[in-house]
């Protein structure tokens, strides 16, 4: 199995249900990402929230660098699966 191949959600049921809920995890630190750019924006316009608008702008770039590592992981995830498959067939 190669990573990042887009068929690796289609080789099982299970790999369907990893897919969906790595997939529902970066939807949410996406949109949490840009909550967090678009909030820290507005706060940008005030001098006395700039403090609170400058912590959002950092933890909205540590959410956009956790997106690939969502990924990556789901991938990882997906290597194990097939491993575990692997070691099914030999000792079965």
């Given at each position: 199995m190669k990573l990042f191949d887009p068929k690796?959600?289609?080789?099982?049921?299970?790999?369907?249900?990893?897919?969906?809920?790595y997939?529902?995890?970066?939807?949410?630190?996406d949109f949490s990402a840009a909550g967090a750019f678009v909030i820290?924006?507005?706060l940008f316009f005030f001098e006395s929230t700039?403090?609170?608008?400058?912590w959002l702008f950092l933890i909205g770039s540590?959410?956009?660098g956790a997106k690939p590592t969502i990924r990556l992981l789901r991938e990882l995830r997906y290597l194990r699966m097939g491993?575990?498959?692997?070691?099914a067939e030999l000792h079965g």
């Open positions: 690796n959600k289609n080789r099982s049921a299970e790999h369907t249900r990893i897919y969906a809920i997939e529902l995890w970066y939807t949410v630190v820290g924006s507005v700039q403090f609170g608008a400058t540590l959410l956009f491993e575990i498959d692997k070691l």
